[in-house]
């Protein structure tokens, strides 16, 4: 985890443009996320974001329901602090933003959710057993049918799947003109400090925890966008 918090300190001020080259669809992505968060207009549900980074989901989320009250959990002090900055200009009342700075594998949730959206960050959970343990606290902590949507960053169900994918990724950040040398850096910052799961595991793990209507709500090869209801 060291590691991780190192990198995300490190990039925090350039994070917003590193990302956009990095991920194919990073817009895409975050707009399918926001798209499942459908609530009675006017209402203030309580969403909260883990491993919220810059704030760009919770950016959106407020432009789309401006009353909504948001809990942004990081672990990487830097990035809230940008993402503070950016949603300063956004809030329309004090104290409509939380700001939480710890390991959400850890943190004790302290109020339940109408809705749980994590992008681009529960691949650094390690185990199969951690990714499990997450999604049952999340569950446990959801409102009767809250949602949960996370973004994400998977395998293929095989390895020729997954080498596909990772050719096409590849290939995404030649065209957004990383030099060789950097994707080379990159690819083994991947290997060494991710750990991502199949697609099909994580649907499959939502159904056993007991989430409803599970599904997949946008992809592009190694880049997905799940979820579920609670009931
Ligand atoms: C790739 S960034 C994604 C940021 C944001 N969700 C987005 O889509 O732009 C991953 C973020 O998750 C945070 N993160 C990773 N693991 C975490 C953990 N266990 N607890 C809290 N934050 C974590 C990192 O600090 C980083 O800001």
Not at 34 to 43: E, H, R
């Amino acid at each position: 985890m060291k590691k991780v918090q190192k990198h995300f300190k490190q990039e925090a001020l350039d994070f917003d443009e590193i990302i956009k080259r990095s991920i194919p669809f990073y817009r895409q992505m975050l707009e399918a996320i926001i798209d499942q968060l459908i609530f009675p207009k006017n209402s203030s549900p309580e969403i909260l974001d883990l491993g919220t980074g810059t704030g760009e989901i919770a950016k959106n989320i407020l432009i789309r329901i401006p009353d909504a009250n948001l809990t942004i959990v990081d672990f990487v002090p830097e990035m809230l602090q940008v993402a503070k900055n950016k949603l300063s200009s956004i809030v329309r009342r004090k104290n409509q933003v939380r700001y939480i700075e710890a390991d959400f594998s850890k943190w004790k949730f302290d109020q339940p959710y109408d809705a749980v959206v994590a992008n681009l960050t529960l691949h650094h959970l390690k185990t199969e057993r951690d990714k499990k343990v997450n999604y049952q606290m999340i569950f446990k902590n959801l409102k009767s049918s809250g949602i949960l949507c996370v973004g994400d960053i998977i395998l293929g169900t095989d390895k020729m799947l997954t080498e596909l994918y990772i050719e096409k990724w590849i290939k995404f950040q030649f065209a957004n003109k990383w030099s060789k040398k950097e994707i080379a850096e990159r690819m083994q910052r991947y290997k060494t400090e991710d750990c991502p799961a199949s697609l099909v595991n994580h649907l499959k793990w939502l159904e056993e925890i007991g989430f409803v209507k599970v599904d997949c709500f946008w992809k592009y090869y190694n880049f997905a966008v799940w979820g579920g209801r609670k009931g």
